[in-house]
Structure formats: structure tokens, C-alpha cells
């Protein structure tokens, strides 16, 4: 997770040099071409390649569906988050990136209680817990960022 982290934290660094430098729309276009060649490179991988068509010759219209949907929701957000680097410190943008899994959380609650067929969230006290303390943390950290 650390390594993960500092990935991110790298990659952010990077594109804001780069979009203040050049140009914002420039920089986009060779990020997603540096993530156009990454797939491009997973699926030189036979495995990965087996089970991808596997996967697409038997869920065709759910896997098209519901990861197009994914892609232009990630899309938007990507696009908004990189915008809020040109304008706003780093660490800013990052931090508050980060509370994402707050709101997955939540609605992955809401969705468990109120429409289960379409979320399957745990709501275990322990499940709760642990992920009630990570929200804290993610809060704490946004709160400590912004002093």
C-alpha cells in the first residue's frame, strides 16, 4: 500500500509538472497513451489475455456495459482530479482524492440496505468497524493537510 501510495503520489507530481509546463490537454493525451500501451502490454500476457476473452465471449453485454459505465465515471473523475492539480497544492488534491473510498463505502451501505440486488456490502459489526476507523483515518489525514 505504501508503495502504491508513493506511486500516486509520483504520478500526480509528475502530471502537474508536466500539465503546467506544456500544456493540460497535451499531458492528458500522453497519459492515456501511456495507459493504452500498459493494457496493450497486460494482454501480451497469455493468462491474462485467456481469461479476458474467456470473459468476454460469455458476459459480452455486462462486461461491455457496466465497465463503459465504470470507465466514463473514472474518466470524469480522473479528468476533474488532474484539472485540480493545474490549480491547487498537491497534497491538497491528493488528500482529498483520497475520500473516494468514503463515498463507495456509503453507497455501497446504501445500496446493501436499500436495493441488495444490485450492492453486496458487509455490514458486520466487525466489517463496520474496521472500515469505520479507516474512514476516520482518511478524515484525519484530509483534516491534518488542510491546516
Not at 7 to 29: C, D, H, N, P, R
Amino acid at each position: 500500500m505504501l508503495a502504491c501510495s508513493f506511486i500516486m503520489a509520483l504520478s500526480g507530481l509528475i502530471f502537474k509538472v508536466f500539465a503546467i509546463e506544456v500544456e493540460f490537454w497535451t499531458t492528458i493525451f500522453w497519459m492515456f497513451v501511456g495507459e493504452a500501451i500498459f493494457g496493450v502490454a497486460l494482454l501480451l500476457v497469455r493468462p491474462y489475455r485467456r481469461e479476458f476473452l474467456t470473459l468476454l465471449r460469455t458476459h459480452t453485454v455486462a462486461l461491455l456495459s457496466i465497465n463503459g459505465a465504470n470507465e466514463l465515471i473514472n474518466l470524469c473523475g480522473g479528468l476533474g482530479n488532474r484539472y485540480a492539480l493545474m490549480f491547487a497544492p498537491l497534497s491538497l488534491v491528493q488528500a482529498i482524492g483520497s475520500t473516494t473510498t468514503l463515498f463507495v463505502f456509503l453507497i455501497g451501505v446504501l445500496l446493501s440496505r436499500f436495493v441488495p440486488k444490485l450492492g453486496r456490502e458487509s455490514l458486520s459489526g466487525q466489517e463496520l468497524l474496521q472500515k469505520g476507523i479507516a474512514a476516520v483515518l482518511v478524515a484525519t489525514g484530509v483534516a491534518l493537510i488542510t491546516r
